[in-house]
DNA sequence: TTTTTTGATTGACCTTTGTAAAAAAAGATG
DNA sequence: CATCTTTTTTTACAAAGGTCAATCAAAAAA
């Protein structure tokens, strides 16, 4: 299905529906005002969502497509985040610390998401118990993805952290350049290019 | 001041309060219901809070004293996670996951604890709107501490991973052996030996 | 205090991974 | 289709950090 069908398709309420579903229930009455302030973008493969040293307060659920979020050491751009469809993403040190945002997001497909600002999570969770837990929700399993991820660099070999992440996300080098997924596990494109020449043989 | 002295200083309520100043504000109702749901632990350093393979259902804020999680891979102990004074420490995986602790947890000094039951939590958060901030809070912090983890952890040499440690955590070295340290930033023993008497001698 | 245990340091050696540069392959664009 | 750009692979070499073993130091226990 192509990107610009779907806006009929999803709409806003649909959307937020399954957010309902697959992260936290939502009252219908809570629901309805976070379909309100909440906003869908379609936006283009490339395009940029922040930028390093803005304030971003918005936080993206993605609908379609994917997005990265990397940074700049030295000059070199390292992969610090990947979110798919059904996934949020946010320039979580500016969102939550109210500071400058040391990452870059970006899209790497033809995206649809839904754009949320923090004054609109934070007066939707002041007034809404239940999108309080949803808050809760959606960082408790950032925070588990995390865990898993720190365990996953500790101690493991270029070739092991390889693989673990192909274990999470099946398809990722279908969708993801491989430069992109070195740098989020902390190896060299070289060295992740050896690793996999050295399975093809085997 | 010793830390049977303090049993008597620090009631419940005194810790429920400082919790609240500290973490999220909870209503007088909520703190009360909390005190009589939680229990105070005084254990001795060396003794352990969870097992590998257990369920561990408990959470545990450190009045006094410090913790550390750690897991066995191939036998050897790797540190986790520490906690101190006024931090939570948990085993996360089994506490949020309802599985078999992959962690064990120790007290690394004689310690004064708050324990309190995932049963209790979950009770406390439907009922009462501020105790789900509080967690929220809770689990919004240690989320933004990987964070901050996972990026030290990313291209950083042995070197620079142990300097930000010291600059988060600046006496750790006093209160936790160098062995806990050094798997802790994913490096061995030998060559945190090796970083600190390089920077002893310039 | 002496002994035992645990934690930390040092040295020799070796493996893994990074660096730099070039070539090849794959994708995008006119 | 042909060209340009980006991504990936390959090679040679260097450096960082791991492993193993011996020694030293400090803290607990007897």
């Known amino acids: 299905?192509?990107?610009?069908?779907?806006?009929?398709?999803?709409?806003?309420?649909?959307?937020?529906?399954?957010?309902?579903?697959?992260?936290?229930?939502?009252?219908?009455?809570?629901?309805?005002?976070?379909?309100?302030v909440s906003k869908i973008l379609m936006l283009k493969k490339g395009e940029t969502l922040v930028k390093?040293?803005?304030?971003?307060?918005?936080?993206?659920?993605?609908?379609?497509?994917?997005?990265?979020?990397?940074?700049?050491?030295?000059?070199?751009?390292?992969?610090?985040?990947?979110?798919?469809?059904?996934?949020?993403?946010?320039?979580?040190?500016?969102?939550?610390?109210?500071?400058?945002?040391?990452?870059?997001?970006?899209?790497?497909?033809?995206?649809?998401?839904?754009?949320?600002?923090?004054?609109?999570?934070?007066?939707?969770?002041?007034?809404?118990?239940?999108?309080?837990?949803l808050s809760k929700t959606i960082v408790t399993k950032t925070m588990l993805q995390q865990q898993e991820r720190i365990s996953s660099m500790q101690f493991h070999s270029a070739e092991e952290k390889y693989e673990n992440i192909l274990s999470i996300r099946t398809n990722i080098t279908q969708r993801v350049p491989l430069t992109h997924i070195a740098s989020y596990i902390g190896i060299t494109l070289e060295t992740l290019s050896r690793i996999r020449s050295r399975k093809k043989r085997i």
Request: proline share 2%.
């Open 52 to 133: 390093e040293g803005q304030h971003s307060d918005k936080i993206y659920f993605i609908i379609k497509g994917c997005a990265r979020a990397f940074y700049l050491k030295d000059g070199k751009d390292i992969s610090d985040w990947f979110a798919f469809e059904m996934e949020f993403i946010s320039s979580i040190i500016s969102f939550f610390l109210d500071i400058p945002s040391p990452h870059f997001i970006e899209l790497l497909e033809d995206s649809m998401l839904l754009e949320l600002s923090k004054k609109d999570v934070e007066s939707l969770a002041d007034k809404y118990h239940d999108f309080e837990r």
């Open 1 to 36: 299905m192509l990107l610009y069908e779907m806006q009929s398709l999803m709409t806003k309420e649909k959307i937020i529906n399954i957010i309902s579903d697959n992260y936290s229930k939502l009252t219908v009455e809570c629901q309805k005002e976070l379909s309100n």
